[in-house]
């Protein structure tokens, strides 16, 4: 795998794109904190952006497995570039409109990037390399998030936000140079045998229905974005409960090293457990680091939950996605992906404005709690329902 051009190719992208993503969201929130007041109103902002992508999530998938993924991630990574400049008109403006307009139009260009991402991983490594390929993509872009985050907390204090968009510009378009030299083998009978006449997910539902645990594993990802949807907001609350700026980059950080940890320790945990027991026992593990959020005052136990939570989804998330890539057919993977992407997009959604609405109102430790309790509750339902499955296929098999 690490003589493969393509692959260094794509960690070197993510990397630079990922440094990019972090400088512009550490200056959306630096701009919402100026300007808008309200936490329901900041996650109102953040969620018009996702609703855009999840619009276009059907023709998204549908191009995508149409045509190559390189040609879908062209066009894409430009328009991501583009969109920076409407921010900067924001800046300038001093304009929510103009931002709001920003955080649309790179999220249109993510329904079709990510996708397609995901889609050419399988084409360009082989299934046995998998599971350590999405380790290591999903470790790339957290050490990016950590070097991003950091480094924008400095640059805050020494710069304009105009310059931080302006770098961040500069990396998407890098980005973008990059992805000219990724050489994807697209299979032509793959590419055949989609439908022209299939509309949207009209012929990806059957499928997926008969993987069972290509179903389950798409629910058990509502668990880690109970969490992540509302992350942002957590942290900014967390650092006025304690009155300390420093704890956010604390808190980016630790979440970030442990989350590379999970990343790197969840192919030995491959070897001795299955993928359902993986998901299980770290979804529950999520729903703990909620709860230990009660305790959000004491800045040690706030950066431990997230510390446990970073290792969990680390461990989560590449075993997911090798489930996602290995078991649904390949001429499915633009479809499937996009309304993966989708369906990621309407929770994080709802969990944002649920989040900011809460806060408002019963405030970051009940929230927490509630939060918790739901996790755990989906994780045991899920459990219990996968338990009672194998005990009837085992009584099957045994008649």
Known sequence: MWRNKNVWILLAGEFVAGLGLWLGIIGNLEFMQEKVPSDFMKAVILAAGLLAGVAIGPLAGRITDQVKKKTVMLPAGLARSLSVVFMLIAIQTGSVLWMIVFLVMIQLAAAFYFPALQAAIPLI????????????????????????????GIFLAIMSLSTMYTMSLAAYLLLFILTFFIKIDEDKETQATFSK????????????????????????TMVPLLFIGGFNLLVINISELQDNSLIKSWIYTTEGIAFMIGAFS???????????????????IIGLSQLLLFFAWIPLLSVMAFAIFGFSVGCFFPTAATIFQTRVPKEYHG????????????????????????????????????????????????????KTEQKANLNINVS
Do not use: W
Not at 208 to 218: G, N, Q, R
Not at 335 to 363: A, C, E, K, P
């Open 125 to 152: 490594v082989k299934e046995k390399d998998l599971l350590e390929m999405n380790g290591v993509h999903m470790n790339v872009a957290t050490l990016s998030r950590i070097l991003g985050t950091a480094v924008a």
């Open 266 to 284: 969840v192919k030995r945990f491959a070897h001795k457990l299955s993928p359902y027991t993986i998901l299980f026992v770290f979804s529950f």
């Open 197 to 220: 006449e299939a509309s949207g997910f009209k012929h990806l539902f059957p499928i997926v229905k008969e993987l069972p645990i290509v179903t389950m594993t798409l629910i058990m």
């Open 335 to 386: 479809r499937f992906f996009s309304f993966r992407n989708m369906l990621d997009r309407i929770i994080f959604q709802v969990v944002l404005l649920l989040t900011g609405l809460m806060l408002d109102l019963i405030g970051l430790q009940l929230m927490c709690v509630l939060f918790g309790i739901l996790s755990l509750t989906i994780t045991a339902t899920f459990f219990t329902k996968y």
